[in-house]
């Protein structure tokens, strides 16, 4: 499996963009890269996933760069309730394609 | 539509006894899998089930097994309990076993053996 590289933590004031960076250097032409993020105690959270475009939809936006080798996920407009670890992930495909090998992901905190 | 769900959400056992956790998938998902989360090693595939057959298989012992529904319900055992067992066992939907199609998760079950 490709894998990711994220940032241990980071810090965003309430209102403003997230940003977070995962880099997936390795990544193969059919493999998905994957968000999700989770709240403490409860079950993972999908967010977003995309290929080779960016991807929007009402939680997130999904930026990937052309080599595919990198990409950031954008919080628009930050509150206290997204304050949670945030996991990057790259899914191969065929018949490994279902599973999620999560990594240790980017514990996001949101200031007031 | 009605999100994953399992039961029980809690569950407090003793070394040596087996127990069953249970998962029902959204309606209309047909791949289910399942994961466990501890402190120390973080979020960890168990396996995954499509059509009632196993497809996938992560790096755990034989004393966790699983298995699923003609309706895509599923269940996993663990036997002969060890402490280490102790975890958040979270279980996870989609339509199909590819790759594009996004794994919904539940709330997890909360094991904690004694």
């Known amino acids: 499996d490709a894998k990711t590289t994220q940032p241990p933590s980071m810090d965003c004031a309430e209102g403003r963009a997230a940003n977070l960076p995962c880099n997936h250097s390795?990544?193969?032409?059919?493999?998905?890269v994957y968000w999700y993020r989770q709240i403490h105690s409860q079950g993972p959270q999908y967010i977003i996933h995309?290929?080779?475009n960016n991807e929007t939809n009402e939680m997130a936006s999904l930026i990937i760069t052309e080599d595919r080798k990198s990409s950031t996920l954008i919080l628009p407009h930050a509150t206290l309730r997204d304050t949670a670890v945030y996991y990057c992930i790259v899914r191969v495909g065929g018949a490994a394609g279902n599973k999620l090998t999560f990594g240790g992901g980017t514990r996001v905190l949101v200031k007031p | 539509k009605a999100g994953v769900t399992q039961t029980p959400r809690y569950l407090i056992k003793t070394r040596g006894q087996q127990v069953t956790l249970s998962c029902s998938p959204i309606?209309?998902?047909?791949?289910v899998s399942w994961y466990q989360q501890t402190p120390g090693q973080g979020l960890q595939f168990l396996f995954e089930y499509f059509s009632e057959t196993q497809r996938n298989k992560g790096n755990f012992p034989g004393r966790f097994s699983g298995r699923q529904f003609s309706n895509s319900r599923s269940e996993m055992n663990v036997s002969t309990l060890e402490l280490g067992d102790s975890a958040l066992y979270l279980c996870?939907?989609?339509?199909?076993?590819?790759?594009?199609?996004?794994?919904?998760f539940g709330p997890g079950t909360r094991l904690t053996v004694t």
């Open positions: 309606s209309g998902h047909r791949s």
């Open positions: 390795t990544i193969s032409g059919n493999e998905y």
């Open positions: 996870a939907s989609s339509l199909e076993p590819a790759n594009h199609y996004e794994q919904y």
């Open positions: 995309g290929l080779k």
